[in-house]
């Protein structure tokens, strides 16, 4: 079955980095798109980066562009979130997907990684 194991979340202070990591398995990685989405408290869940296949597509929500970036190893069946400039906006739980073949909607979703980005 699909697995997706988030990591690298944590308290951080504004303008700090963080890398979200994402291990997957029980699909064939290289084939998938994969994402990162968020949900901020008290907020539904939103999309936030997802990649292509082959690591050259990438697309991001506009509030993060520039600052975050999306990357995959498929060697490691990993992919990455870099986080940069991080704001207190940025506070939520951040989750890993397993994204549909096109569009920002994913079909599986890990359990999530707590980032917490203070003031």
């Known amino acids: 079955q699909v697995q997706l194991v988030e990591s690298g979340g944590g308290l951080v202070q504004a303008g700090d980095s963080l890398r979200l990591s994402c291990a997957a398995s029980g699909f064939t990685f290289s084939l998938s798109r994969m994402g990162w989405f968020r949900r901020a408290p008290g907020k539904e869940r939103e999309f936030v980066a997802v990649?292509?296949?082959?690591?050259?597509?990438?697309e991001y929500d506009d509030v993060v562009k520039g600052r975050f970036t999306i990357s995959r190893d498929n060697a490691k069946n990993t992919v990455y979130l870099q986080m940069n400039s991080l704001k207190p906006e940025d506070t939520g739980v951040y989750y890993c997907?397993?994204?549909?073949?096109?569009?920002?909607?994913?079909?599986?979703w890990g359990q999530g990684t707590q980032v917490t980005v203070s003031s």
């Open positions: 997907a397993k994204m549909f073949s096109t569009g920002r909607d994913a079909n599986y």
């Open positions: 990649i292509s296949r082959s690591n050259i597509g990438t």
